[in-house]
């Protein structure tokens, strides 16, 4: 294909992209405030429920407004073959050519975060801070952004120098060597996630003793679930928002406890949280994700191979010689379709496992506290209690709180 077809493939994919998402966004936005639902009317109010809403609209514009500009710069880069020019700057550094990827990522990804900085401020310390939920300062934003940069330039430098050398050095067929590593690296990335990155932003110890431990331990051991590492995380450093969280396989795995959830829930609700997470473990949902992860990874590499030498990609995008760099841009954006409907079907294999999960915890715990829980925190965290439905099919992991309660409480 022509480069100048393949250019204008390029900006009608990304506007494709562009305008699905927000007219799925606006159809959300438009859908209207329901009455309290008999459910909820011991924990949502008329004035809570709309000032849930006004949460959602101050989003949905925000998001509107970012979104925006984000399409204009990628536009412009796409159509005036800006991502082309750095590419050949970078070419003049008389560089090694892995380094060569290195640089040239590095200046996409840093100019990426610089542009998108004022929005991120704006969402944390406007928007987030007007309805209560942000409680980080402006030293812990800028301190996460660089550490951000560290583990960026640690681990990704790493990756994007190996990815380039097996393309040149392994032709077509580097696709499935890098999809082991890839592999190999979420593992390991599960594995010890709370014990060497997550420390590098919150701080972990160990639940005390206590009523909450003691029914936390009997309801694992009901279960033949051994447990033993149950940590707190202080998640109120930034949010007032509450979470629960697995991590790990076998004898590594570990139970994080946000303690924004703990100082909102009581014991009952909180081990009923926890049997959902077990569900989750039990009904193996966990290695399930993790596998097809795997798998949706070794497509899209196996589909970048078929692609990735391809000279004219290089020329739509600007540049003046075949750069690996340019053409795994312009991939990315041209199989972004592929990658939504992967997306989809991701999406709705978490809603169904959520049911699952609930469904265990029902089974082996109780419902009622489960749904407890579930109201408190969509209360909390001013929730859509009434997204639209092509919405939630494109975009949620976890079903709607209506339907999880209703089958919680059924």
Known sequence: MEPILLKNLL?????????LGKILSYLNYRRPVPKVPDTLSEYLTDQKLQESKNYQNENYRFGLVSGIFSFVITILFISQGWFGAIDSWVKTFEIAPLLESVVFFALIFIGSDILSLPFDYYSTFVIEEKYGFNKSTVKTFFVDKLKGYLLSIIIGGGLFMLFPWLVHQMGRD??????????????????FYTALILP????????????????IINYARSVNFPLENIFVMDGSKRSSKANAFFSGFGKRKKVVL?????????????????????????????????ILSVLQIGLLLFLLSQFIFSEPMSMALGGKVWSVELNLIGFTMLFSPISMILGIGMNWLSRKNEFEADDFAKTTFAGKPLAEALKTLSVKTLSNINPHPWYVFMNYSHPPLLERLEKLEG
């Open 174 to 191: 580097f696709w499935w060597q890098f999809w082991i590593i890839a592999a190999v690296f979420m593992v390991l990335v599960n594995l």
């Open 200 to 215: 590098l932003f919150n701080k972990l110890t160990p639940l005390g003793e206590g009523e909450l431990k003691d029914q």
């Open 258 to 290: 946000f303690d924004t959830l703990l100082d909102q829930h009581p014991p009952e609700e909180l081990v009923a949280v926890l049997a959902h997470e077990v569900g989750h473990y039990k009904k193996k949902h966990i290695v399930w994700s993790m």
């Open 11 to 19: 900006i009608g994919v990304v506007t494709f992209g562009f305008l």
